[in-house]
């Protein structure tokens, strides 16, 4: 059993391959779904098994092809297993729509393109590996009329920059790893990094393509693209920091992460605050989530990876709630204006509930997924960084504004709709069972997290 093979080749060729049955619907999104599902299942398990007992399997955790090694190994498949967890929820919620019937596919294609960005070896290849996936998936955010494609354009270029810019400061850096660099050359390669991923991960100043894409491309597209590029971004960064002994023990790095964390959470915060347009008011919610996750690693030296491990499920659960009940509560006829989701609760109760319990799981408020990592994060940043204390306050508060006038829009009640037009049909099943999660994880925080943490940690283990 060779696991690269497994939950990196086996997901493209059954993507390639659905491809040419995608007119026959059923057959075209089961198999993508038992696949996935499967592969998700699978990690879980073998993990589980083995960190428990020994198993009488044997496997192979490296596939070279191309001169390049690619390496899983038991302690990965965890994140793997929640990664592809994460590719099911999302082909799960095209099911009930007549959307791009290449989406489902490219979905799982770019999944096994990042967990092998995950696995490569040297792993500063990973940086490329993600701007091809990048690059395959943005045929697939292009179908929305548009006539605009700055957006597009934006975020190619920024992630060929980041690619250029991640290698070089790891081509400063790999002397390293035989005779300790100097102080010179370790703040040379340190900008060079924080550029790239500041280029990569949308950070200010770099962030204006995140809103630009939302207005440019159908949402499920990009909503599923920005959960995966901000951790894959991410855990880039936590394997440099996790390889570069130096570069952890750099001063200036981790309140530098803390500082842009911050810088991010205002930022999106405020800008979500006075959108006018419900796809750019997810952009700005992107870049907020996206700070908190910055924050995580920022406080890596007090709590370890635990504080970015927490964040990662809301975040995830977050954005896909938005983004699915943005297509249900969006009218082609409004062009994207908030106004369109005026009285939709009334409409659709359940889609509006998914919207709101989402939006505040990433603000952090009580009764959400967000809320006990919203608490970790405000105990770190108190003792640690007063600064990035009061900025979290302050984009946590603009983004509670944003979402309470949400609130009110959607249940501002029209006079002509008197009644809940909603019924609880097949294709709610999956945003109840999303809402219901999130109240769970949120009421019973402990156990979910600490699966996370375990699993970051072992990974991660110098951190």
């Known amino acids: 059993m ?28 089961g198999l993508l779904v038992a696949v996935s599902a499967s592969l998700s299942v699978g990690a879980f398990l073998i993990s589980a098994l083995f960190s428990s007992s020994t198993l009488p399997l044997t496997w ?64 500063l290849y990973s940086a490329l590996i993600i701007f091809i996936a990048n690059s395959l998936f943005i045929p697939v955010m292009a179908q929305k009329k548009s006539d605009s494609i700055t957006g597009r354009l934006r975020f190619l270029v920024f992630q060929l920059l980041a690619v250029f810019l991640v290698l070089l400061a790891g081509w400063v850096l790999a002397g390293g790893e035989i005779a300790p660099v100097d102080e010179e050359q370790l703040f040379f390669a340190s900008v060079l990094l924080g550029l790239g991923i500041a280029l990569w991960l949308g950070a200010f100043p770099f962030h204006t393509w995140i809103p630009l894409l939302a207005d440019e491309s159908p949402i499920i597209p990009y909503g ?72 995580g ?76 990592p919203m608490l970790f994060l405000y105990e770190n940043a108190f003792k640690i960084n007063q600064t990035a204390f009061i900025g979290l306050l302050l984009g946590q508060i603009i983004l509670a504004m944003t979402w309470i ?18 019924q609880i049909n097949l294709d709610r099943i999956l945003p109840i069972l999303v809402i219901l999660l999130n109240v769970i994880i949120g009421i019973f925080p402990e156990k979910i997290y600490r699966i996370v943490i375990e699993m970051l940690g072992k990974i991660f283990p110098l951190l």
């Open 224 to 295: 599923f693209a920005m959960t995966y590029i901000p951790i894959s971004g991410i855990l880039m960064l936590l394997k440099f920091a996790n390889n570069f002994a130096w570069l952890r023990e750099y001063d200036p790095f981790f309140p530098a992460l803390q500082i842009l964390g911050m810088v991010m959470i205002i930022a999106g915060g405020t800008g979500a605050f006075f959108q006018k347009k419900s796809a750019r008011l997810l952009g700005f919610v992107v870049l907020f989530g996206i700070g908190l996750l910055l924050l």
């Open 60 to 123: 192979s955790e490296e596939l070279f092809i191309l001169g390049r090694t690619f390496s899983l190994t038991i302690n990965d498949l965890s994140l793997v297993g929640l990664l592809y967890s994460v590719t099911t929820l999302w082909i799960l919620s095209l099911v009930p729509k007549n959307e791009n019937p290449f989406l489902p596919s490219f979905c799982m294609i770019y999944s096994a393109v990042n967990v092998a960005s995950f696995a490569v070896d040297p792993f």
């Open 297 to 372: 690693v920022g406080f890596t030296e007090a709590a370890s990876t635990d504080l970015l491990s927490v964040w990662l499920v809301p975040f995830i659960i977050g954005l896909f709630s938005i983004a699915v009940a943005y297509r249900e509560l969006s009218q082609p006829m409004m062009n994207g204006q908030l106004d369109e989701f005026r009285g939709g609760f009334y409409k659709y109760p359940i889609y509006t509930i998914l919207l709101l319990s989402g939006f505040g799981s990433i603000v952090g408020y009580p009764l959400f997924a967000g809320f006990a």
């Open 405 to 422: 006038r949400l609130f009110l829009r959607l249940t501002l009640r029209i006079e002509k709709e008197k009644l809940m037009q909603d």
């Open 2 to 29: 060779n696991l690269p093979l497994i939950w990196i080749g086996i997901p493209i060729l059954f993507a390639t391959m659905a491809l040419f049955m995608r007119q026959r619907k059923q057959l075209y999104f």
